[in-house]
């Protein structure tokens, strides 16, 4: 079993920056890749950014391509996103979650643990 517990999240202007960390608890951390998904009301849940196991590869959202890094600290427990010229319609509710793999994914549906989320709120 593995637990994520979000951190990070917040109000902050156009322009401005956040870093949300995920926590993780449990067995074979360092064997489960991971991302970051986000929910904005009325909308379905969408992938933002995704990191395998290792740390070595990175993929992300093209909405995000140029402005969020996403990263993992194994000996840690921790997985990062750092955002960069954040803008009003990045406002979500941001879920970083796991799966028992190799490689990321863009699909919720493939990701087994999910973190209990936390709130992103850009004003203009």
């Known amino acids: 079993q593995v637990q994520l517990v979000e951190s990070g999240g917040g109000w902050v202007q156009a322009g401005g920056s956040l870093r949300l960390s995920c926590a993780a608890s449990?067995?074979?951390?360092?064997?489960?890749?991971m991302g970051w998904f986000r929910q904005a009301p009325g909308k379905e849940r969408e992938f933002v950014a995704g990191?395998?196991?290792?740390?070595?590869?990175?993929y992300y959202a093209d909405s995000v391509k140029g402005r969020f890094t996403i990263s993992r600290d194994n000996a840690r427990n921790t997985m990062y996103l750092q955002m960069n010229s954040l803008k009003p319609e990045d406002t979500a509710f941001y879920y970083c979650?796991?799966?028992?793999?190799?490689?990321?994914?863009?699909?919720?549906?493939?990701?087994?643990?999910w973190g209990q989320g936390t709130q992103v709120t850009v004003s203009s």
């Open positions: 979650a796991a799966r028992a793999g190799i490689y990321s994914d863009t699909a919720p549906e493939e990701y087994h643990y």
């Open positions: 449990g067995r074979t951390f360092s064997h489960y890749a």
């Open positions: 990191i395998s196991w290792s740390g070595s590869s990175t």
